[in-house]
């Protein structure tokens, strides 16, 4: 069955780097976009950019750009989403999805990665 | 970018009930519309893609209509496990933005 797993709740300081994975199972990793989506808390849901695992080719939401940087390492199908100069805004959970081919709907989620931004 | 709204922003129903959530977009995105459930604490859920396509695994109770800028959720006889956050997102056009939610409760 298709899983999402990723890396575990993280602390950080303003304006250090969090780098968050995303281990896939149970498909075979190149043939699907992931995209990240974060939720900072009690708030709704924010599209950051997706990554083809094929290419790695990347699309960022603007708000994001410069800031984040989604990788993959297909020979352990593992996706990584880094986000530099944090602030206390970055506070929020993060998640990977795996989409749809057709129309880019995430279909299967992680269980969401905790980034606390504080001083 | 493409902005999109969900009302109402919140409803109160009862078991049994259906109800219907209606999501716009700022300029035409085809069927590019996609509805989630996100219950607390967890990752959200995708329900409908495409607009009107159930997703494999979701109860035919919920179902997605419109093209263009408007679109519809409907759940017909809402369970206990319907209530949850909905959250519309458009696929058509980069940033993929998602809608505001809307919190259904008893």
């Known amino acids: 069955q298709v899983q999402l797993v990723q890396s575990g709740a993280e602390v950080k300081k303003p304006g250090a780097s969090v780098k968050v994975s995303c281990v896939a199972t149970g498909y075979t990793f190149t043939s699907y976009f992931i995209h990240w989506v974060r939720q900072a808390p009690g708030q709704g849901l924010e599209w950051m950019g997706w990554?083809?695992?094929?290419?790695?080719?990347?699309k960022y939401a603007q708000k994001f750009q410069g800031r984040v940087t989604m990788t993959r390492y297909t020979a352990i199908s593992t996706a990584y989403m880094e986000l530099s100069r944090l602030t206390s805004d970055d506070t929020a959970m993060y998640y990977c999805a795996r989409t749809i081919t057709a129309n880019q709907a995430s279909e299967f989620w992680g269980q969401g990665t905790l980034v606390t931004v504080s001083s | 970018d493409i902005q999109m709204t969900q009302s109402p922003s919140s409803l109160s129903a009862s078991v049994g009930d259906s109800v219907t959530i209606t999501c716009g977009a700022t300029q035409s995105i085809n069927s590019y519309l996609n509805w989630y459930q996100q219950k607390p604490g967890k990752a959200p859920n995708l329900l409908i893609y495409a607009a009107s396509s159930l997703q494999s695994g979701v109860p035919s109770r919920f179902g997605g209509s419109g093209s263009g800028t408007d679109f519809t959720l409907t759940i017909s006889g809402l369970q206990p496990e319907d209530f949850a956050t909905y959250y519309c997102q458009q696929t058509y056009s980069a940033p993929f933005t998602f809608g505001p939610g809307t919190k259904v409760d008893i």
């Open positions: 990554i083809n695992p094929n290419t790695g080719g990347t």
